[in-house]
């Protein structure tokens, strides 16, 4: 796939929905940590890893208390990229509390050094130890007055900071004009100690901007409430939804605040409840405050009310605006999200507003979770993006053509949907991003929330006229939406699937798509005479008009037949660049197999069978070489540069050699971040026809050059 367009097309859709996402991660280029695990009683072993940079090793010192004394000799190994020592270390029946652990030696240097000790009571302390910040002195063990502090006073003074929130609570009492307290008391509470939970657990990663932004957005929509003068029959389900919710995201950036560590699990437990409480009396005292100034300022009087209203309104998008405009400034924030789930947010607003239900948006969020969980133990849809979209253009031509369908039929297609939809979000977050879980229930988050925010919006438009013409010209706009997004991926489907079976002398036929033309054809309604002259409306083409918009989507499924004008003696030479191309492609992309024998039958479909054994140890090593345990390696891309003259004339069946230069593209991943690395290849690259077909007979490597890429420069 064309990276350029698809960054392009990510950005321009990205600043036109002005929706935000995920932050990138910083990329560790150069490893260095200093672990001490305790083995038993006073006894730990002690991992030491620095870097290697141009061929030396920074001169650093791992220092322990004045009692901890080496038990073991240091077994030391190193390669090319790091240095590992390892050792046991003794520190009797003296507790490591108010004592420090550092590294001596940093200054001068550019090197950070993550520390992380566990004791055999559990508890796990971690730091970033750096030239300026050398030591880390290992705190004592919580008690009533740290809980009090750091779970009770903190939830509470975050709570009230948290200015947005008490932005949304003002908003939610306007549009009620006034109502009762305990609602929005309990779905603030509520959000804000879920948000912390996930945030706590690593299931939820929200950044600092998110906040600000959902609570913005959630004022805006019920202060523009009052404004209208409406109250839809669903506000009294939306608004507490939507408060909970951008409270949910709020609590999630309090987790931010500060990296707590040294806890038991059940200390953890403890502190989590001191911080529900701190929520609670937050969350209280916002109520109150706004309650009592609605009461002081008398704005259930519609003369106070509204220009109330329309003044916070304005104020919620100026700062909005505001808010949005760091991506402007800042186009490398923008973050990676699937954009066909974007289109799903238009889709459920425009089809809730269709319906005259909130149903719809509801009905999706368990078919995600079902689909993303689907996903986390390897039932992935193929083509899901196929499915998603055919699905969302479903209901799209049915708004268009004003059409209706049984509620129950309905109900199904949105949990279908839903199931779709989240499928292809785990795919995508695995394949993509750090913090994959974290970050995906977030993603989930901003898609509720856009969805009931277009939702009230979409309420307030009353005429028939405008909402027949609204519903009309948005859901013909998402449908090119989803055509535009159709084509990116069938791109992809071309470069790594049709392309290499054309060079390989097959014939793909996309057999469902033809089917689906024919019966498009047939079903299409004809125009008679005897209709025109009875002054007879002629029957809506909507059935045909589906099974075109299907026969797109159904373009992956094909069947493939041998093409009878391919020979494989008779290559010509402004093709061997693309035949290279893809027989290097195959060759490096057989690594992300985990399946052995799967990754032997796809190397053997595109390499000499002398060449196998060679190839897999080498590319293993050169895609593997001074990467950290755990570390995943998964190839994205190969392009190959441009070929010299052939080395030797000939018959093919001897193989044609060529020079080439060639560069492979990897992703590595860590579970916290995420980088990119280019591996530059020079050297000789031979084709050679072998039963009828093009294989690599001959890789003869000159030089390699390593890059290594943040995530948010790719």
Known sequence: ??????????????????????????DIVYPARLQLVETEPGVFEVLYVLPVIQGKIVKAQAIFPGFCAPVTEPEISV??????????????????????????????????????????????????????????????????????????????????????????VLAYFLSREGGRSAV????????????????????LLAPAWAGTVISLLVTAALASESVTKNQPPSGKILHPVLLSLGAVVAGAGFGNEKLLSGYTQGEEIILLCFAFLGFLGGAWLLVRIASQLFRVLDLQVADFRIPAAKLLTAVAFGILAWELSLFWNV????????????????????????SQSIVPAVLVLPGLILGYAAGIYGYLLPYSWAFLLGLQSFLLILIVFRKSISPVLARGVLLAIGIAGGNYLQFFASDSLSYPIARSVFFMLLLAVFTLVLSLFLERIQNPAVKRQVLKTSAIAVLVTCLLLSFVFLQQTYEYSISPLLS???????????????????????????????????????????????????????????????????????????????????????????????????????????????????????????????????????????????????????????????????????????????????????????????????????????????????
């Open 184 to 203: 929005p008391l309990l779905a603030l509470s509520t959000g804000l100690s879920l948000g912390y939970f996930l945030s706590w657990n690593e299931w």
């Open 1 to 26: 796939m064309n990276n350029s367009c698809i960054q392009r097309l990510k950005k321009g859709v990205f600043l036109l929905l002005m929706l935000t996402g995920f932050t990138a991660s910083a």
């Open 331 to 354: 186009p490398s924030m923008l973050p990676s999200i699937p954009f066909s789930l974007l289109s799903l947010v238009l889709v459920l607003a425009i089809w809730s507003y269709h």
């Open 504 to 714: 390989s002398g097959f014939l793909p036929i996309p057999i469902a798509s033809v089917f689906a033309l024919i019966l498009a054809f047939l079903f299409w309604p004809r125009r008679r005479k005897i209709l025109d002259q009875m002054q007879v409306k002629h029957k809506a083409p909507i059935f045909s008009v589906i099974l075109l918009f299907l026969s797109i989507y159904l373009l992956p499924l094909q069947i493939k037949i041998v093409n009878p004008w391919y020979t494989a003696d008779q290559i010509k030479p402004e093709v061997v660049h693309d035949i290279l191309e893809n027989k290097l492609l195959n060759t490096y992309t057989a690594f992300n197999i985990a399946d052995e024998e799967i990754l032997f039958e796809r190397l053997n479909e595109n390499l000499e069978a002398g060449l196998l054994d060679h190839i897999y140890l080498d590319s293993r090593r050169r895609l593997n070489m001074g990467l950290r345990e755990g570390s995943k390696v998964t190839v994205k891309e190969v392009t190959l540069g441009d070929l010299g003259a052939p080395l030797s004339e000939g018959n093919p069946d001897n193989g044609l050699r060529y020079p080439a230069t060639w560069t492979v593209t990897a992703q590595v991943k860590h579970l916290k971040h995420i980088h990119y690395r280019k591996n530059k290849y020079t050297g000789t690259i031979a084709l050679k026809s072998i039963d009828k077909a093009w294989k690599i007979s001959e890789i003869t490597l000159i030089s390699e050059d390593r890059q290594v890429i943040a995530s948010s420069r790719l």
């Open 79 to 168: 390669d090319a990229y790091q240095k590992k020592t390892r050792w046991k270390i003794q520190c009797g029946g003296n507790s490591l509390a108010g004592q420090q652990i550092g590294i001596e030696g940093l200054l001068g240097s550019q090197i950070d050094i993550i520390l992380e000790v566990t004791t055999l009571d559990g508890r796990i302390y971690k730091s970033t130890l750096s030239p300026a910040r050398a030591f880390y002195t290992i705190p004592e063990a919580p008690g009533l007055k740290s809980f009090l502090r750091i779970g009770t006073l903190s939830a509470t003074r975050y709570t009230l900071i948290t200015w947005g929130l008490f932005l949304m």
